[in-house]
């Protein structure tokens, strides 16, 4: 059975993860943050490996360099503009 102390040490490396790394999310992390993160830790990892990319290229019919410049704009708004927040 877990201890008092074991739960503070996993909770403790949480916040140290969550804090040093923005993707891992945190307890306020809403639905279109966490899946703005998705979509570009997933561009980045297709960009990042270049037999990706040719495969991209040729399922869309294009040149590598011009689904690189597509990718690269995609990250920038990948799920669209987020949602208005509500006033609390």
Not at 7 to 21: A, C, G, V
Request: hydrophobic share 35%; charged share 20%.
């Amino acid at each position: 059975m877990a201890t008092a102390a074991d739960r503070f040490n996993i909770n403790s490396q949480l916040e140290h993860l969550q804090s040093r790394y923005v993707g891992t999310g945190h307890a306020d992390t809403n639905r279109f943050e966490w899946a703005v993160n998705i979509h570009r830790d997933s561009y980045a990892s297709y960009y990042g490996h270049h037999t990706m990319l040719q495969y991209f290229a040729i399922a869309e019919n294009e040149s590598i360099g011009r689904v690189k410049y597509n990718m690269m704009q995609k990250m920038l708004l990948p799920c669209g503009l987020p949602p208005e927040k509500e006033d609390e």
